[in-house]
């Protein structure tokens, strides 16, 4: 007896929904692996990418040589506070820093602030160990340390320049408006991720 | 204070290594799996891209030296490594990527003789590295891995030397010497640090 070819559609398709599902989704392995959840952490959290994007801000608003002194020291220091978070330093009030460097760093911008070069050091120099810190206590379950390091770093570096990009447009009356505006928007994230409303 | 010193770098001499064999490509000859090599060995494309950049920011004259210095030390690491002479290095790569991304960073002309010096360690490193490979040829291997090396490198230490022309250039190269030696610093900590599970 033969049977209905609607039938016989019917068995493959419930046999092809019980099977096993083989590898769904990319697992994340090895070098690659390590490289994008590292070019992903800085990205993937608001808090850290307006942090990133504002020291670039910031860095254009001040201009040479903070412009490329602040995303130079920062991922130096950044690897610092990385350090103490591998060894297991405990660092009070992570979170918190995170957030606070946000709130600053966007005043600074929002308020058009222009310190001496090495207060802009020192500041930038503090937040980025908190930052860092944060990725350090990450980094040891990295499916490839090394990868992980070069995608965070990389991806932290790009932040930078996406805000000195966007930096460069105060030399248009309406751009310092924009960069002042964005700073404030920062800063207001920031406390957001202070009071936990984000 | 020197006792620390040596204690620290006792450390990290003892620290346990990350993989230094690597799994070649199924399918792929040994020659290609040398090509390939470097790709997926990040330690080496590290300081082989600090050395290219370093050797770039200084005065072409200055570089030529340095340059074959290090063809000729790979080429002797590799063929000791051809020969299972070697051991793995990678700590010793990573210190030298850190020190070379900080020299990069400031850019300090060094003086002519260390920049020899730095190109035949880097060289000699590298290819020693290499010794642990279980391939059927390993003569294979490394030829092919010493013939993607010297691409990357000529191609670094020319991009740096066409790059580093205009100020914005070479801010571009202390840049990327700021995370070289980011990058080696925090992979450092993780090999004194953590232990391999």
């Not at chain 1, 600053?104 to 503090?126: E, F, S």
């Not at chain 1, 770093?153 to 009356?173: E, K, N, Q, W, Y």
Request: proline share 5%; with cysteine.
């Amino acid at each position: 007896m033969e049977k209905s070819p609607v039938k016989q559609v019917q068995k493959i398709v419930w046999m092809v929904l019980a099977m096993v599902v083989l590898a769904e989704a990319h697992s994340g392995q090895g070098l690659a692996g390590g490289f994008t959840s590292g070019f992903l952490h800085p990205i993937s959290g608001l808090d850290h990418v307006v942090a990133m994007v504002s020291v670039g801000l910031w860095g254009a608003f001040l201009g040479a040589p903070a412009i490329w002194l602040l995303p130079v020291v920062f991922p130096l220091v950044m690897a610092f506070g990385g350090v103490l978070g591998v060894a297991g330093v405990p660092l009070p009030g992570v979170e918190i820093g995170i957030a606070l460097s946000a709130i600053v760093l966007g005043i600074m911008v929002a308020a058009a602030a222009k310190p001496p070069i090495w207060i802009a050091a020192v500041l930038v120099g503090i937040f980025a160990i908190f930052h860092g810190h944060a990725h350090g206590t990450e980094l040891p379950n990295a499916a490839n340390p090394l990868a992980y390091s070069l995608g965070f770093v990389v991806a932290t570096g790009l932040l930078h320049l996406s805000g000195i990009a966007f930096g460069l447009l105060d030399r248009f009356p309406s751009g310092k408006i924009a960069i002042r505006v964005l700073g404030g928007v920062v800063s207001l994230i920031g406390l957001g991720f202070l009071t936990h409303v984000l | 204070m020197r006792k620390k010193l040596f204690g620290i770098v006792a450390l990290l001499l003892l620290t346990p290594q990350w993989a230094s064999a690597h799994v070649p490509v199924p399918g792929l000859n040994d020659f290609y799996n040398g090509l390939l090599h470097p790709f997926v060995s990040l330690p080496h494309l590290l300081i082989l891209i600090a050395l290219g950049i370093l050797l770039s920011q200084h005065p072409k004259k200055d570089s030529s030296m340095p340059t074959a210095a290090f063809l000729s030390s790979l080429a002797v690491g590799l063929g000791l490594a051809t020969f299972s002479i070697g051991f793995s290095t990678e700590t010793f790569l990573l210190l030298g990527a850190g020190l070379l991304g900080f020299l990069i960073l400031l850019n300090w002309t060094v003086p002519y003789w260390s920049l020899g010096l730095f190109a035949v360690l880097t060289g000699l490193l590298m290819g020693l590295d290499f010794a642990g490979e279980t391939v059927i040829s390993k003569a294979a291997l490394n030829l092919g891995t010493g013939v993607t090396l010297y691409f990357v490198f000529v191609c670094v230490t020319g991009l740096g030397e066409g790059l580093g022309k205009k100020k914005w250039q070479q801010i571009g190269l202390r840049i990327m010497g700021s995370w070289i030696a980011a990058i080696a610093l925090l992979v450092l900590s993780l090999l004194l640090f953590v232990k391999k599970t």
